[in-house]
């Protein structure tokens, strides 16, 4: 196997601005990792002894021949670029050459390795020039370890600013949980101190991999989507969103992106999420959203950060416009990827609720796809319309379901109307007189403590509270928090009687809605009953005897 392992030509390594950044163990480990990555490694093996300073990445992936192993830490030496254009080509992880030379500087480092045509393997140790000081056969299978010891043993003052040993472990396993998100069909393994730490499971796509990662999150919390992308060249975007009516955050900690297998930062994306999740959460709340662009790389520029974590994207807008439609389309309910038993564990507590006054045990089922298509059928307590579809049966509140139809109405078609006789308030506030001014009613003193306001949302016309909306209106936000008022005041209260063909009328504007599954403040707005569910719950599978007509 001939070499794959150069060194740059020195223009190429003034180009290359920032160099690996090797400033903890988490960093050190990450760079390791990546290296296994664009070795094909579908197994990696990282073993930690923390107070040592001592790391051990082993991997089945392809390997290195000799040649390579005594070229692998020299300084700017790479196999993945060879000359200035593949800097705007790359599709590995690790580009730089630096990694290996830079931990040779730090630490003590050992490479064993065996290409998988090979039928021997080499060991060597390198000196703090990259060079390789003691090469010898060994018996290994088919991969690489890599064996980094005392890190940053020559640099005490470095070791004494990092975090402490808890706070870099905590580090290292959100390194390795960020790496797993892009690469779920990888199987890891961490040890810590010659003890096994943790495991992840090689899974099909990222949605099925992150339950591992956020236990609290379950499978059918989650709704994934991957679009072929034609522009600016073939592209792909995956996604992965938490649904609003099930699963959210306290923090914006879960809103991640990546770009052609790395985890990255782009304030620009992260913004542009949050918007499209905007009056989908309750207040205070932050989605679940996992983004992975597949993308040309000259349409990426990695010289944002020097540890390759923010990216410069070109045709920005563009890309946000397409992030904007995908989670448009992964937040709607229709035949494409509705699931009826996306509730599994909110129906599960209902039933087991239910059982728990007779001496029947419930097992949540599986969720299965299937076409919906709602049929109106009945009103219970005057406030949850239900309603019928092919795999069972839809509890919705009517008041939250009109609400999020008319909430987006106003939001497309925000219109204010002249109004006559003009609308009289007594003592408001300069702040209130404000406030009404800001969401664009036309408002003046009418008198000693009187205003007149002459225009009005288009909604509240027919309404005889309207003065009082208005003055809802006027004690603060802005105008999608009015328009959010303006939606609630007007929409069906519960405790309204509703003809079959009123509650027919509202499921077909709601299941329209761009946003289906939670009203503007964030509340879930059904609740599904699959019929698989119910025939378990009424064990209709068993069979009783044809004398009793079953």
Not at 445 to 474: H, K, M, Y
Request: charged share 20%.
């Amino acid at each position: 196997m001939a070499s794959t392992i150069q060194a740059l030509p020195t223009e190429v390594v003034y180009l290359i601005t920032a160099g690996e950044v090797i400033d903890s163990l988490a960093s050190a480990v990450r760079e390791l990792v990546e290296n296994s990555l664009d070795a094909g490694a579908t197994r990696i093996v990282v073993y930690l002894w923390p107070q040592q300073w001592r790391i051990r990445v082993a991997d089945n992936g392809c390997g290195m021949n000799l040649e390579d192993l005594q070229q692998a830490a020299t300084a700017h030496s790479t196999s993945k670029i060879r000359s200035s254009d593949d800097l705007w080509k790359i599709h590995s992880l690790g580009f730089r050459g630096e990694a290996l030379h830079s931990l040779t500087t730090l630490a003590e480092l050992e490479i064993l390795s065996r290409p998988a045509d090979g039928n021997l393997g080499w060991r060597v140790v390198y000196g703090d020039d990259g060079k390789a000081q003691t090469v010898e056969a060994t018996a290994i299978a088919p991969g690489t370890v890599v064996t980094v010891s005392n890190l940053f043993g020559n640099c005490p003052s470095r070791r004494q600013g990092l975090p402490s040993a808890a706070q870099q472990i905590k580090a290292v396993q959100a390194t390795i949980h960020q790496i797993a998100l892009c690469h779920p069909q990888v199987t890891w393994q961490l040890w810590q101190n010659d003890r096994i730490w943790f495991t992840i499971s090689p899974a099909t796509t990222t949605g099925q991999l992150l339950p591992q990662i956020l236990p609290q999150v379950r499978q059918g919390d989650l709704q994934e989507l991957k679009l072929e992308i034609p522009h600016p060249t073939k592209s792909a975007l995956s996604l992965v969103v938490g649904l609003p009516d099930r699963c959210h955050r306290h923090r914006p900690d879960w809103i991640r992106i990546a770009v052609n297998g790395r985890m990255v930062k782009s304030p620009e994306l992260e913004q542009t999420i949050l918007s499209a999740f905007h009056r989908t959460l309750p207040r205070d709340r932050y989605p679940i959203c996992l983004l992975h662009l597949e993308i040309s790389p000259d349409q990426i520029n990695w010289n944002r950060n020097p540890a390759k974590t923010e990216i410069y994207l070109n045709e920005l807008n563009y890309w946000q416009e397409q992030i904007t439609q995908a989670i448009d389309q992964a937040l709607r309910i229709d035949d494409a990827n509705f699931k009826d038993a996306v509730q599994t564990t909110r129906v599960s507590k209902l039933l087991k609720a239910a059982e728990e006054k007779g001496s029947y045990q419930f097992n949540p089922s599986k969720t299965e796809s299937t076409q919906h298509s709602l049929k109106a059928v009945a009103q219970v307590s005057n406030t949850y319309i239900v309603a019928e579809h092919p795999g069972g049966m839809w509890l919705v509140e009517q008041h939250i379901a009109h609400e999020r139809v008319l909430y987006e109405q106003i939001c497309d078609n925000w219109q204010l109307v002249p109004v006559e006789p003009s609308i009289i308030l007594y003592q408001l506030s300069p702040a209130q007189v404000s406030q009404l001014q800001r969401i664009g009613l036309d408002i003046e003193t009418f008198g000693e403590q009187l205003w007149a306001v002459r225009n009005i949302p288009t909604l509240l016309q027919q309404r005889e509270d309207c003065a009082e909306a208005i003055l809802e209106l006027s004690w603060g936000g802005d105008l999608q928090a009015a328009q959010v008022a303006v939606a609630c005041r007007t929409a069906i209260r519960n405790g309204t009687p509703l003809s079959l063909p009123e509650m027919q009328t509202l499921l077909d504007q709601w299941q329209r809605t761009r946003n289906p599954r939670t009203c503007p403040h964030g509340r879930p707005i059904y609740l599904s009953l699959e019929e698989s569910a119910l025939a378990r719950f009424f064990r209709r599978h068993w069979v009783i005897g044809k004398s009793h007509g079953i």
